[in-house]
């Protein structure tokens, strides 16, 4: 087997921590050949779809990947703007931001990028990129609060493999959520508080996370009980009674039953239950997307205001603003202790010498 070698490396380059902030992924356009690219992707992850892979293969080659690019093309359309995607711009800003904070305290030692696990910036090029700065050790966070097999652990299958094929490998630290870390509460808790303030409050708030088939969860996933913790701790924040909030699951595919109560069949229930307003807020995704804007801001507030409520609001996610980067500059920071960078050129090269190898 060859191996990846780095051909800038000298022993007398300045090692740097990595920062590596990731998130799910976004077409490169919304247009059905780039969304047929990108659900390929997406949809032959085996993370993402547990089946067996000979059925999955001709499903969806034969059938779902000759119907749904056009469809998730024409949603595209309705979020897209001059600069991307919605989940493009937030990702890169949340990065630019931790990386103007993280720099005020450690200088250039820290090197923070971003990349997407399907699509563009892809894992691999960006960790290409970071080694060839000298990053030497690696935090990764990927951008979801809430594990779950079908998101953050593939994410580390991403990272093992672009990571399996080079000769010099960083140290790796990996957060694997951080559905109940305070600074993210109080974030998500200052967020609501403040669409409180400007519009008032509503009958009830529900959380909507992005579902998952339900055998995930009976097969040991952890992410339904982590989405009812974040819930259940943002409510206590806020002061609110158990009548007050819900969570619910959206973005199901397929036929299977997913993890419920679902989010568009409860909008479509409350209002006979006597629920008239309603505010809807997404913990699960840490920045907008087409999953927030056009299926919960569009579609399910359709779906609430024709089955009888009169007053729906979305609540944005929390995207670049200063307390979601706090947030991740803390978590990121707590993952940075107890490792220093051992930049004393001089030292570095006497051992690489004493080992015969040239500086």
Same mark, same amino acid.
């Given at each position: 087997?060859?191996?990846?070698?780095?051909?800038?490396?000298?022993?007398?380059?300045?090692? #740097?921590?990595?920062?590596? &902030?990731?998130?799910?992924?976004?077409?490169?356009?919304?247009?059905?050949?780039?969304?047929?690219?990108?659900?390929?992707?997406?949809?032959?992850?085996?993370?993402?779809?547990?089946?067996?892979?000979?059925?999955?293969? &001709?499903?969806?080659?034969?059938?779902?990947?000759?119907?749904?690019?056009?469809?998730?093309?024409?949603?595209? #359309?309705?979020?897209?703007?001059?600069?991307?995607?919605?989940?493009?711009?937030?990702?890169?800003?949340?990065?630019?931001?931790?990386?103007?904070?993280?720099?005020?305290?450690?200088?250039?030692?820290?090197?923070?990028?971003?990349?997407?696990?399907?699509?563009?910036?892809?894992?691999?090029?960006?960790?290409?990129?970071?080694?060839?700065?000298?990053?030497?050790?690696?935090?990764?966070?990927?951008?979801?609060?809430?594990?779950?097999?079908?998101?953050?652990?593939?994410?580390?299958?991403?990272?093992?493999?672009?990571?399996?094929?080079?000769?010099?490998?960083?140290?790796?630290?990996?957060?694997?959520?951080?559905?109940?870390?305070?600074?993210?509460?109080?974030?998500?808790?200052? #967020?609501?508080?403040?669409?409180?303030?400007?519009?008032?409050?509503?009958?009830? &708030?529900?959380?909507?996370?992005?579902?998952?088939?339900?055998?995930?969860?009976?097969?040991?996933?952890?992410?339904?009980?982590?989405?009812?913790?974040?819930?259940?701790?943002?409510?206590?924040?806020?002061?609110? +009674?158990?009548?007050?909030?819900?969570?619910?699951?959206?973005?199901?595919?397929?036929?299977?039953?997913?993890?419920?109560?679902?989010?568009?069949?409860? &909008?479509?229930?409350?209002?006979?239950?006597?629920? #008239?307003?309603?505010?809807?807020?997404?913990?699960?995704?840490?920045?907008?997307?087409?999953?927030?804007?056009?299926?919960?801001?569009?579609?399910?507030?359709?779906?609430?205001?024709?089955?009888?409520?009169?007053?729906?609001?979305?609540?944005?996610?929390?995207?670049?603003?200063? +307390?979601?980067?706090?947030?991740? %500059?803390?978590?990121?920071? *707590?993952?940075?202790?107890?490792? %220093?960078?051992?930049?004393?050129?001089?030292?570095?090269?006497?051992?690489?010498?004493?080992? *015969?190898?040239?500086?």
């Amino acid at each position: 087997m060859k191996y990846i070698n780095n051909t800038d490396f000298t022993h007398s380059k300045k090692a #740097k921590v990595g920062v590596l &902030l990731t998130n799910l992924g976004t077409p490169d356009a919304p247009t059905p050949s780039a969304l047929r690219r990108y659900l390929k992707e997406f949809l032959s992850d085996p993370r993402v779809v547990e089946a067996p892979r000979l059925i999955w293969w &001709l499903v969806l080659n034969l059938v779902i990947l000759t119907i749904r690019p056009r469809r998730s093309a024409a949603a595209y #359309k309705t979020v897209w703007t001059d600069e991307g995607s919605p989940l493009l711009i937030h990702t890169k800003a949340q990065a630019e931001k931790v990386r103007a904070q993280l720099t005020d305290k450690y200088g250039d030692d820290v090197v923070v990028e971003f990349a997407m696990r399907y699509g563009n910036p892809s894992v691999d090029s960006v960790i290409e990129s970071m080694l060839k700065q000298g990053v030497t050790k690696l935090v990764v966070l990927p951008l979801y609060p809430q594990y779950s097999a079908t998101t953050t652990a593939s994410t580390f299958d991403a990272i093992a493999q672009s990571l399996t094929k080079r000769r010099a490998i960083p140290e790796l630290r990996f957060i694997k959520n951080y559905h109940d870390f305070q600074p993210y509460i109080d974030a998500l808790a200052d #967020k609501i508080d403040k669409h409180w303030q400007q519009h008032g409050r509503a009958d009830k &708030l529900i959380f909507s996370y992005h579902g998952i088939p339900k055998r995930y969860l009976t097969n040991g996933d952890p992410y339904h009980c982590e989405c009812y913790k974040t819930s259940r701790l943002v409510a206590e924040k806020l002061g609110l +009674s158990e009548d007050e909030y819900m969570t619910t699951f959206q973005s199901r595919f397929g036929r299977e039953e997913w993890l419920k109560p679902y989010t568009d069949h409860t &909008l479509q229930a409350l209002p006979a239950q006597g629920v #008239k307003s309603l505010q809807v807020v997404c913990p699960g995704f840490s920045s907008d997307c087409l999953e927030t804007i056009e299926e919960i801001g569009e579609e399910n507030r359709d779906y609430f205001l024709e089955a009888g409520g009169e007053r729906f609001e979305y609540i944005e996610a929390l995207n670049s603003d200063e +307390s979601h980067i706090n947030a991740l %500059t803390q978590l990121i920071e *707590g993952n940075l202790t107890g490792w %220093t960078l051992d930049n004393d050129v001089e030292s570095r090269c006497h051992r690489a010498k004493k080992f *015969g190898a040239e500086s």
